[in-house]
């Protein structure tokens, strides 16, 4: 970059102005080079917000409002009181059901690979309860989508009365009440700058060890799991299920069997991901989903909501005035 300015410098000061004037006119040339290059120079929000991979999460609350989830990156404090409360109290809840299934263990991490280690680990462990006919909770994921490494953790996993391997998703509410239909519709160690020779931490090893394993670098762990899933011959998931709670007393609400269409979900997620890799605009909601900026700590200050506004009324003068 300092290079590039230096040049431009020199070469401005070496020319009169009228030259200067007829080189910027040239630039705006009908190619639009200046508009190609300034596109080029706008950083992508994946970098913008130092994000080495993306949080299923992060994706869900794209998939709500995209533009909102942008303004939580940027202006981080102004997020609701109740909806961290709304968050402890969900936390709350998976923390009770996966305590139903298994024991949770405390192990202390040193280095990032720690604690992806901890994840692979986990996933090790499941394989064998899975293959034995069993349930398991918290379910770590995770791959690559359109050049972006994506992770996150099924709530549970589990096999349905026909036999079928069945995902189940557990939604917490904070009204006693099943949602609008509206609301329902919402490579490793490169990606990760993960060290494969890095040496696991000395409680890392010993949690390893107790689960009958000798592996001493993080690389061998991640072989190790690779080759695991690769042989475990687990089925493909067949069905997903929501089970929705309520937060209050944890009372089951209600539960919904959902179709999964690969190829729908695929198409959603590849809009998704060519806003983190830069490809457009960030967007806010479509008209129909409107609703959602009444319950947005947003809603005074975002420009998609006001562009809509405005666009709406000039519609409408335009209907008038015909
Ligand atoms: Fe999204 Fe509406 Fe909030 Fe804007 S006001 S961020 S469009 S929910």
């Not at 004037?21 to 130092?50: A, C, E, T």
């Not at 995770?142 to 998703?169: C, P």
């Not at 160690?189 to 020779?197: E, N």
């Not at 309520?246 to 089951?252: E, F, I, K, P, S």
Request: charge should be neutral.
């Amino acid at each position: 970059n300092s290079h590039g300015l230096c040049t431009n410098e020199v070469g401005t000061s070496a020319l009169n102005q009228e030259e200067v004037k007829k080189s910027i006119g040239k630039l705006k040339d009908p190619g639009g080079i200046l508009q190609r290059k300034r596109k080029q120079v706008v950083q992508k929000p994946l970098d913008k917000f130092r994000m080495k991979y993306l949080w299923v999460t992060n994706l869900c609350s794209q998939t709500w409002c995209e533009q909102q989830m942008v303004y939580e990156f940027e202006f981080p404090g102004v997020e609701k009181q109740e909806k961290t409360e709304a968050m402890n109290a969900g936390a709350s809840i998976h923390l009770a059901r996966e305590l139903e299934v298994h024991d949770v263990v405390s192990v202390s991490t040193q280095t990032r690979e720690d604690s992806w280690a901890i994840k692979f680990l986990n996933v090790l462990a499941m394989i064998p309860v899975l293959q034995s006919g069993g349930h398991v909770r918290e379910f770590p994921v995770f791959r690559e989508l359109d050049g972006i490494f994506v992770v996150g953790v099924i709530d549970e996993l589990g096999y349905s009365s026909k036999g079928e391997l069945e995902l189940r998703e557990l939604k917490t509410r904070t009204t006693p009440s099943l949602p609008r239909s509206s609301q329902k519709s919402s490579h490793t160690f490169q990606h990760l700058q993960l060290r494969l020779d890095q040496v696991l931490g000395v409680q890392v090893k010993e949690h390893i060890e107790r689960a009958g394993l000798t592996v001493s670098t993080f690389g061998d762990l991640l072989e190790l799991t690779c080759l695991n899933l690769a042989f475990s011959e687990l089925p493909v998931i067949d069905c997903i299920k929501l089970e929705y709670c309520y937060q209050a007393d944890g009372t089951l609400l209600g539960c919904e069997t959902v179709t999964f269409d690969e190829k729908n979900v695929m198409e959603h997620l590849k809009f998704c991901l060519s806003y983190w890799k830069g490809q457009r605009e960030v967007r806010g909601v479509d008209i129909e989903e409107a609703w959602k900026c009444s319950h947005c700590s947003f809603s005074n200050v975002c420009e998609w909501r006001t562009k809509k506004s405005e666009d709406a009324l000039v519609k409408c003068h335009t209907k008038k005035a015909k």
